[in-house]
């Protein structure tokens, strides 16, 4: 494909991008399924494209005789509440389910259950499956299902959690210190890539400081290249490369939350998680962190922001990386409302304990710009204040 790339990229003319906004930009993305896709919409927009997959390109491995034992044990022993994660882990244990001739029986000791969601795509997997949700939260978050849980005495309740294709034991222990008994399903398991080679080379891009970003469509993503980093000795660097000058940029706030462990700051669209809205948050940051971004506030003030300076009417104005993050956040989407929680997924790691840690840097970076460069949306979030 035209600008694909790898890690040994030649001069080659096919490979030269075409103008666009993302024309001088190298990204790297890590994706395996819906590659070509991502990389024919940066590429039509200028971008050089270094793809190396984090996950196999059928990432997701069912062990049939395990998931036959876990479904058996649920028909013969149905819970009193269900947490559900994944879209593609509910349809994959439906369709497995019905390859057994289990489905009915796993519908009717699921249906009796307090079911939880943790996002749209499981909630349509289950609906689709004839089961209907009792709650869901909007932030997609499974430590939003969490809280919802936190203040209720699960005492002998008997919890079932379908996991994401990554362990949920922490999950599990928390729930039973709340005197619940749980149990964990594994639908699947997400399986790396074969070949490490391409994901080996994007560290060294990452850590030397040769891309401009890097997108990430699933947490398991994240993990897999740090996991490389770390084989390598360099994940120091890589971090230290993601919190200057190579932006993470993930699909959606669950990616996104994968770098929390790692106090690496992320961008990434703050009201939908599809490619085409990741592609267009690149089109407008990335140019901005180049060649700085002028923005005219209300009242009358100027923000310019270049890389990691900001200045107010021309006046330097200094930031700690709480309210910094919260900045970046707001000037990525100008006079749009940002919830929150896409908020506080955007503080460093150690500050990010609830949405008061957001209140609090909103309220520095008001003492630094002015009371009305922040507005509040009541119930919603909070926007930049710029001129129309």
């Known amino acids: 494909m035209t600008g694909l790339l790898t890690e040994d990229e030649t001069a080659d003319p096919s ?82 389910a019905e390859e057994l001739g289990l489905r009915e029986q796993l519908v009717a000791a699921l249906r009796p259950a307090e079911i939880l969601a943790r996002g749209p795509k499981s909630v349509g997997a289950l609906r689709a499956g ?34 994401h294709g990554q362990s949920l034991s922490m999950v599990g222990h928390a729930l039973r210190r709340q005197g619940a008994s749980v149990d964990v399903v594994t639908v699947y398991r997400t399986v790396t890539a074969e070949d490490p080679t391409p994901m080996l080379g994007m560290v060294d891009l990452v850590a030397d400081l040769e891309l401009d970003a890097v997108t990430f469509t699933s947490a398991p993503a994240v993990a897999a290249l740090m996991d490389a980093a770390t084989s390598m000795g360099r ?3 890589v971090i230290s490369a993601f919190q200057a000058d190579v932006v993470a940029v993930c699909v ?36 901005s962190r180049k060649e700085g971004l002028t923005l005219e506030l209300v009242g009358g003030h100027q923000l ?22 919260v900045l970046a956040a707001l000037v990525a989407n100008p006079g749009n409302v940002i919830p929150r929680r896409a908020l506080l997924a955007q503080l460093p790691s150690g500050t990010a304990g ?26 919603r979030g909070y926007r930049l204040a710029v001129e129309q």
């Open 15 to 96: 490979t030269q991008a075409v103008a666009g906004p993302l024309a001088g930009f190298r990204i790297g993305v890590t994706a395996a399924r819906k590659a070509d896709e991502q990389i024919a919409l940066m590429t039509r927009r200028g971008a050089r494209v270094v793809h190396a997959p984090a996950l196999s390109s059928d990432p997701n491995r069912v062990d049939l005789a395990d998931l036959r034992a876990a479904t058996e044990k649920v028909i013969a022993d149905p819970p009193d509440m269900f947490v559900a994660t994944t879209g593609i882990g509910m349809r994959q244990w439906f369709e497995t």
């Open 130 to 163: 004839g089961l209907r949700e009792l709650w869901s939260p909007e932030s997609e978050l499974f430590e939003d299902v969490l809280d919802h849980l936190r203040g209720r005495d699960l005492t002998g309740r008997n919890i079932l959690v379908q996991e």
């Open 235 to 237: 994940r120091e660097d």
């Open 252 to 287: 959606g706030p669950v990616t996104a939350a994968a770098f929390e462990l790692w106090g690496v700051p992320t961008i990434y669209p703050p009201d939908r998680s599809r490619l085409a809205a990741m592609v267009k948050l690149m089109e407008a940051e990335l140019p």
């Open 304 to 325: 310019l922001m270049h890389g990691e300076s900001v200045l107010l009417d021309g006046t330097e104005v200094k930031l700690s990386p709480a309210p910094m993050a």
């Open 354 to 379: 609830s949405e008061h840690a957001v209140e609090m840097a909103v309220a520095r970076l008001r003492a630094a710009l002015g009371t009305r460069a922040v507005q509040t949306v009541v119930k």
